[in-house]
Structures are given as C-alpha cells and as structure tokens.
C-alpha cells in the first residue's frame, strides 16, 4: 500500500533489500532490523517510510512476538530535522496513516517503548529530539505512561554477596509463582502492574503476566528462584531469564509482608550469580524510574543505568 500526499510518499518497506533505506535515521535498533526480520519479529508491512524526492524524512515501525500476527509495541518513530513543525506534521501524517493500515480498525493501539539517553532533560539537543518525538505521538492521542530505568551489569563487575538470611530453591510449579506473584502487586510502584490492577484482579494479573511476557522466555525455568526464611517461609522470588537478545533479570520481587528488610539485595545477589554463571556479556534489567527502592538495589548491586525508556499508551 502507498500513499501520496502533495509531494510525500508513504509506504512500508519492500522487504530486507530496503533496510539500509529504513535505516539512513540513526537509533540503536537499526544493527538489529535484520536479526528481527529473518526471525519474524518484524514484517515489511509494519516497517514504514515516508520520503520525499527519494530522501527518508520518517519512520515507524513495530516489533511483536516471533511469528505473533499482530505488533506488540511501536518501538520505531524518527522524524528527521524533528523540531521543524512541518516535518513534525510528516511524523504525524506517516504516524496515522501506518497506524491506520497496520492496526486492526478500532483497536488500543499497541504501547510505544524508546529508548533514550540518562541525561536527555539536561542535554539540550536530546530534550528537543524526545520532546518533539513525544509531541507527535500526543497529536495522535498518545500519553506518556511511564519513563524507565534501563539498567547493566557488566562482566568485569564483582557478583554482589548475598547475605545468607534467605535460602533459595525452584519453584514448585506455575501454581505456586502465579499465587506470589499475585501477593506481590499488593503495594507495587511498577506503572505496568497498577495499572494492570485497574483492569483486573491481582492473580489474573499474575496470570497475564506469566502466560504473556514470561513464557516468551526460551531459558529455562529452573533458573528461577523463591526465596525463603530458614524455616521454609516464602519472602519472594528472582527470575533470571534470557530474551533472546541478553541475559536479563526479568522480575524480582518481596512479599509486602517482608519489605523494608534489604532482602531485595539477596534475591539480586542470587539471580546475577546465575547468569553470571552462564558466562553472559551482561545483564539487563530495568525499572520505573519512580520505582526508587527497586533502583538504589540494582545501583548497590553493580548495575549502571545506561538509558531511559519512555512508555507511551493511547486509552
Ligand atoms: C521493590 C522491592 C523489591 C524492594 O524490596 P525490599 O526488600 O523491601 O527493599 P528494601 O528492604 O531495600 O526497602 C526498600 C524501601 O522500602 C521501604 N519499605 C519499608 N517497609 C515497606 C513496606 N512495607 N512496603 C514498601 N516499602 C517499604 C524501606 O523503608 C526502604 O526505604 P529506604 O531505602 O528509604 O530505606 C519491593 O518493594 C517489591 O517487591 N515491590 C513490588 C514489586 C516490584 O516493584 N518489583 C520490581 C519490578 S522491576
């Protein structure tokens, strides 16, 4: 499908021979088009350009599931000389029209996720690029949702000690993690679970959030751990997973009950060994930026915050 408009052409890319095309905008995402493409993370259809006399002055793209029919985030926006209010017009024409070939007709669109620089406020170039990158998405009926910490751990780092309070061992079965992790959104500064708690109860929470994002991960479970006090009492779980592209901390969590004891720096201590025991480059994680306990025990364990995520939703 294309579209002209005046002296604009929009269209989805032809396929991987029109990479280099879609990636004359800079963004780090760029080295990884053709990794996600061969293993249908991506389709040519939900990669769009907007050109003018051949040049690219935008572009959108979504990212899903390998073999997923449908996009799961919009993780692509660029608009080029984006603070120019006509081509900030270009972002939102390409934006609309895209959104309007690629969605299903009255669907939430899905959530956007960009990655951006730790110091984007305070640097004024960046602060434009992001805000005006923002401004866009606001004109289609976007609002920024949450701003995340993404966070490394580096091989050269020591592996933090645990305390030895806690013990550690598998789970049972998903019976079990999906009852703790009910528990657990009781009291949550994460954004994504509040307001998953706004839509539905906390164990059909659990329940989405393991059936959904967690069994994506092709690691194995046995590398997730409860946590518990030497009398077998559960205090909360680490799961260490790997999503295809880094080893990753994917979910860490204290029972409300046992918060306000540091066992969080335990359970981080457990799940980086872990991974470091898989000889890994590095470990990710991230979490909301307002989410300040969560942050200092990553920043205690070795872990530097590298970038920013901005999350933004339509209703
Ligand atoms: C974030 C979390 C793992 C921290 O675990 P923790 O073991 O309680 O961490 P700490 O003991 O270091 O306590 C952190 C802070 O919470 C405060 N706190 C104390 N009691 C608390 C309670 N009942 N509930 C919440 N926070 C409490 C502590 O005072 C401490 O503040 P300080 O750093 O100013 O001293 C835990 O709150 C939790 O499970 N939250 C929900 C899940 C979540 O957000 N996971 C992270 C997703 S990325």
Known sequence: MTVE???LIMRPISGREELRLFSRLPYALNEELADDLAAGRRRPEWMWVALRGGHL???AAWWSRPGSDSPLILDVL??????DPDHMDIGERLLRTAMAATLPDGSRPPEYSRFVPPDWRENTSSRRTVESRMAVLERTGARLFVERLRLERRP???VPESSGRLAFRPHVDTGELVALMALVLDGTLDAHGREALTRMSA???????CEGELARYTSPREWWRIATLPRGEAVGFVLPAHNGYNAIIAYI???PSHRGNGYVDDLLAEGTRILAEQDVPRIRASTDLGNVPMAKAFRRAGYVNFEHEINMTWT
């Open 57 to 59: 002055v935008a572009r």
């Open 5 to 7: 408009q005046n002296d």
């Open 156 to 158: 050269e780092s020591p």
């Open 78 to 83: 660029d608009i080029d000389n984006a603070s």
């Open 203 to 209: 164990r059909e929470a659990a329940v989405e959030h």
């Open 253 to 255: 969590a204290v029972l």
